[in-house]
Protein backbone atom coordinates (compact mmCIF):
# COMPACT_ATOMS: atom_id res chain seq x y z
CA UNK A 1 0.00 0.00 0.00
CA UNK A 2 1.48 3.43 -1.38
CA UNK A 3 1.83 6.60 1.31
CA UNK A 4 -0.01 8.53 -1.19
CA UNK A 5 -2.86 6.77 -3.17
CA UNK A 6 -3.72 8.59 -6.47
CA UNK A 7 -7.54 8.56 -8.56
CA UNK A 8 -7.75 7.70 -11.51
CA UNK A 9 -4.99 5.82 -12.66
CA UNK A 10 -5.51 6.75 -16.14
CA UNK A 11 -7.68 9.39 -17.86
CA UNK A 12 -8.19 10.42 -20.88
CA UNK A 13 -10.95 12.84 -22.51
CA UNK A 14 -11.05 15.72 -25.23
CA UNK A 15 -10.08 18.68 -25.74
CA UNK A 16 -12.30 21.47 -23.53
CA UNK A 17 -13.03 19.01 -20.45
CA UNK A 18 -12.37 19.83 -17.32
CA UNK A 19 -11.10 16.89 -14.80
CA UNK A 20 -10.01 16.58 -11.08
CA UNK A 21 -7.41 14.08 -10.10
CA UNK A 22 -6.81 13.00 -6.83
CA UNK A 23 -4.29 12.00 -4.26
CA UNK A 24 -5.05 10.86 -0.91
CA UNK A 25 -3.52 9.11 2.19
CA UNK A 26 -4.44 8.19 5.78
CA UNK A 27 -1.55 10.27 6.78
CA UNK A 28 -0.93 14.54 7.90
CA UNK A 29 1.38 15.98 5.67
CA UNK A 30 3.40 19.69 6.44
CA UNK A 31 2.96 20.10 2.74
CA UNK A 32 1.90 18.20 -0.63
CA UNK A 33 3.70 19.07 -4.00
CA UNK A 34 2.31 18.06 -7.75
CA UNK A 35 4.58 17.57 -9.97
CA UNK A 36 4.12 16.86 -13.95
CA UNK A 37 6.06 14.32 -15.69
CA UNK A 38 6.71 14.00 -19.72
CA UNK A 39 7.89 10.90 -21.25
CA UNK A 40 11.72 10.29 -20.95
CA UNK A 41 11.76 13.12 -18.62
CA UNK A 42 12.07 13.51 -14.78
CA UNK A 43 8.70 15.04 -13.06
CA UNK A 44 8.89 19.18 -12.70
CA UNK A 45 7.11 20.86 -10.13
CA UNK A 46 3.76 22.31 -10.41
CA UNK A 47 3.15 24.01 -6.89
CA UNK A 48 3.47 23.19 -3.59
CA UNK A 49 0.86 23.58 -1.15
CA UNK A 50 1.17 23.78 2.91
CA UNK A 51 -1.60 25.36 4.71
CA UNK A 52 -4.76 23.46 5.48
CA UNK A 53 -7.68 24.36 2.68
CA UNK A 54 -5.01 26.22 0.87
CA UNK A 55 -6.40 27.06 -2.80
CA UNK A 56 -3.77 27.68 -4.99
CA UNK A 57 -4.20 28.53 -9.11
CA UNK A 58 -1.61 28.51 -11.71
CA UNK A 59 -3.54 29.34 -15.20
CA UNK A 60 -6.06 26.66 -15.97
CA UNK A 61 -4.70 24.65 -12.82
CA UNK A 62 -6.39 24.52 -9.56
CA UNK A 63 -4.72 23.11 -6.68
CA UNK A 64 -6.51 22.27 -2.91
CA UNK A 65 -4.92 21.27 0.12
CA UNK A 66 -7.05 19.14 2.34
CA UNK A 67 -8.35 20.97 5.93
CA UNK A 68 -7.01 18.12 7.39
CA UNK A 69 -3.59 18.37 5.33
CA UNK A 70 -4.30 14.12 4.38
CA UNK A 71 -5.28 14.97 0.69
CA UNK A 72 -5.38 17.15 -2.23
CA UNK A 73 -6.39 17.65 -5.64
CA UNK A 74 -6.00 18.75 -8.84
CA UNK A 75 -8.59 20.04 -10.79
CA UNK A 76 -7.92 21.48 -14.67
CA UNK A 77 -9.95 23.15 -16.91
CA UNK A 78 -10.77 23.61 -20.44
CA UNK A 79 -7.79 20.63 -20.71
CA UNK A 80 -5.25 20.61 -24.04
CA UNK A 81 -3.61 18.07 -25.54
CA UNK A 82 -0.31 20.46 -23.97
CA UNK A 83 -1.78 18.93 -20.74
CA UNK A 84 -1.10 15.64 -21.34
CA UNK A 85 1.89 13.72 -19.27
CA UNK A 86 2.26 11.78 -15.70
CA UNK A 87 0.72 13.86 -12.78
CA UNK A 88 2.55 13.37 -9.49
CA UNK A 89 1.50 14.52 -5.90
CA UNK A 90 4.17 14.35 -3.53
CA UNK A 91 5.05 14.81 0.18
CA UNK A 92 7.15 14.43 3.61
CA UNK A 93 5.08 12.91 6.41
CA UNK A 94 4.35 14.81 9.05
CA UNK A 95 5.76 14.59 12.78
CA UNK A 96 8.75 11.65 11.31
CA UNK A 97 12.20 12.25 12.96
CA UNK A 98 13.23 12.71 9.22
CA UNK A 99 11.28 15.07 7.38
CA UNK A 100 13.33 14.83 4.50
CA UNK A 101 11.40 11.90 3.69
CA UNK A 102 10.09 12.41 0.42
CA UNK A 103 7.52 10.04 -1.07
CA UNK A 104 5.25 9.86 -4.31
CA UNK A 105 1.69 8.45 -5.32
CA UNK A 106 1.63 6.00 -8.17
CA UNK A 107 0.42 9.10 -10.54
CA UNK A 108 -2.30 9.40 -13.16
CA UNK A 109 -1.65 8.96 -16.54
CA UNK A 110 -3.40 11.83 -18.55
CA UNK A 111 -4.41 12.05 -22.07
CA UNK A 112 -5.99 14.78 -23.67
CA UNK A 113 -7.24 14.21 -27.30
CA UNK A 114 -7.53 17.16 -29.44
CA UNK B 1 22.70 27.58 -14.40
CA UNK B 2 22.25 24.92 -11.94
CA UNK B 3 21.49 21.58 -13.14
CA UNK B 4 21.50 17.88 -11.59
CA UNK B 5 22.99 15.27 -14.67
CA UNK B 6 22.52 11.69 -14.19
CA UNK B 7 25.03 8.96 -16.07
CA UNK B 8 24.67 6.77 -18.18
CA UNK B 9 21.34 7.48 -19.64
CA UNK B 10 20.48 4.25 -21.10
CA UNK B 11 22.85 1.00 -19.51
CA UNK B 12 22.33 -2.71 -20.21
CA UNK B 13 24.23 -4.85 -17.68
CA UNK B 14 24.35 -8.58 -16.67
CA UNK B 15 23.02 -10.83 -13.27
CA UNK B 16 25.10 -10.42 -10.72
CA UNK B 17 27.09 -7.49 -11.72
CA UNK B 18 28.23 -4.20 -9.98
CA UNK B 19 26.80 -1.62 -10.76
CA UNK B 20 26.93 2.47 -10.40
CA UNK B 21 24.84 5.19 -11.83
CA UNK B 22 25.63 8.44 -11.18
CA UNK B 23 24.61 11.60 -9.89
CA UNK B 24 26.37 15.24 -9.93
CA UNK B 25 23.94 18.21 -9.13
CA UNK B 26 25.36 22.06 -9.28
CA UNK B 27 22.66 23.46 -7.04
CA UNK B 28 24.65 23.03 -3.53
CA UNK B 29 21.67 21.32 -1.97
CA UNK B 30 22.07 19.66 0.86
CA UNK B 31 19.70 16.96 0.28
CA UNK B 32 19.71 14.45 -2.66
CA UNK B 33 17.50 11.02 -3.28
CA UNK B 34 17.23 7.95 -5.74
CA UNK B 35 13.86 7.21 -7.10
CA UNK B 36 13.35 3.67 -8.97
CA UNK B 37 9.98 4.26 -11.33
CA UNK B 38 8.03 1.01 -12.18
CA UNK B 39 4.60 1.02 -14.15
CA UNK B 40 1.89 1.05 -11.66
CA UNK B 41 4.14 1.69 -8.89
CA UNK B 42 4.98 5.50 -8.97
CA UNK B 43 8.35 6.79 -7.89
CA UNK B 44 9.59 4.73 -4.93
CA UNK B 45 12.25 6.07 -2.83
CA UNK B 46 15.60 3.47 -2.56
CA UNK B 47 17.83 6.08 -0.59
CA UNK B 48 18.80 9.84 0.31
CA UNK B 49 21.13 11.81 2.20
CA UNK B 50 21.26 14.86 4.44
CA UNK B 51 24.71 15.41 3.06
CA UNK B 52 28.28 14.82 3.29
CA UNK B 53 28.90 11.62 5.21
CA UNK B 54 25.28 10.92 5.95
CA UNK B 55 22.70 8.39 3.82
CA UNK B 56 19.55 6.97 4.78
CA UNK B 57 17.51 4.44 3.30
CA UNK B 58 14.31 4.47 1.93
CA UNK B 59 11.25 2.32 0.59
CA UNK B 60 13.18 -0.22 -1.48
CA UNK B 61 16.83 0.06 -0.31
CA UNK B 62 17.65 -3.32 -0.47
CA UNK B 63 20.19 -4.40 -3.07
CA UNK B 64 21.29 -0.49 -3.45
CA UNK B 65 23.63 1.43 -1.47
CA UNK B 66 25.16 5.12 -1.48
CA UNK B 67 27.55 7.23 -0.25
CA UNK B 68 27.89 11.10 0.08
CA UNK B 69 31.78 12.06 -0.13
CA UNK B 70 30.79 15.90 -1.55
CA UNK B 71 27.85 17.92 -1.78
CA UNK B 72 27.43 17.60 -5.62
CA UNK B 73 27.66 13.50 -5.99
CA UNK B 74 25.29 10.94 -4.92
CA UNK B 75 26.32 7.54 -6.59
CA UNK B 76 24.11 4.27 -6.22
CA UNK B 77 25.43 1.38 -6.37
CA UNK B 78 23.61 -1.91 -7.02
CA UNK B 79 26.00 -4.53 -5.49
CA UNK B 80 24.61 -7.42 -7.56
CA UNK B 81 22.52 -6.43 -9.72
CA UNK B 82 19.13 -8.49 -10.02
CA UNK B 83 16.43 -8.52 -13.14
CA UNK B 84 14.21 -7.25 -10.23
CA UNK B 85 15.90 -3.99 -10.55
CA UNK B 86 15.26 -3.55 -14.49
CA UNK B 87 13.54 -0.23 -14.11
CA UNK B 88 13.98 4.18 -14.71
CA UNK B 89 16.21 5.13 -11.47
CA UNK B 90 15.92 9.44 -11.01
CA UNK B 91 18.10 11.17 -8.84
CA UNK B 92 16.68 14.38 -7.23
CA UNK B 93 17.73 17.60 -5.06
CA UNK B 94 16.42 19.99 -2.76
CA UNK B 95 17.01 22.42 -0.76
CA UNK B 96 14.35 20.76 2.14
CA UNK B 97 11.41 18.72 2.12
CA UNK B 98 9.18 22.01 1.74
CA UNK B 99 11.13 23.39 -1.67
CA UNK B 100 11.38 21.97 -5.07
CA UNK B 101 13.01 19.14 -5.67
CA UNK B 102 14.80 18.85 -9.31
CA UNK B 103 15.32 15.82 -11.14
CA UNK B 104 17.76 14.36 -13.20
CA UNK B 105 16.51 12.81 -16.66
CA UNK B 106 16.86 9.37 -15.54
CA UNK B 107 18.97 6.53 -16.19
CA UNK B 108 17.31 3.31 -18.09
CA UNK B 109 18.60 0.30 -16.50
CA UNK B 110 18.36 -3.14 -17.87
CA UNK B 111 19.54 -6.49 -15.87
CA UNK B 112 19.64 -9.49 -18.16
Known amino acids: TQLLEQSPQFLSIQEGENLTVYCNSS?????LQWYRQEPGEGPVLLVT?????EVKKLKRLTFQFGDARKDSSLHITAAQPGDTGLYLC??????????????FGAGTRLTVKP | DAEITQSPRHKITETGRQVTLACHQT?????MFWYRQDLGHGLRLIHY???????NKGEVSDGYSVSRSNTEDLPLTLESAASSQTSVYFC???????????FGQGTRLTVV
Open chain 1, 49 to 53: VVTGG
Open chain 2, 92 to 102: ASSENSYTEAF
Open chain 1, 27 to 31: SVFSS
Open chain 1, 90 to 103: AGAPHGRDNNNDMR
Open chain 2, 49 to 55: SYGVQDT
Open chain 2, 27 to 31: WNHNN
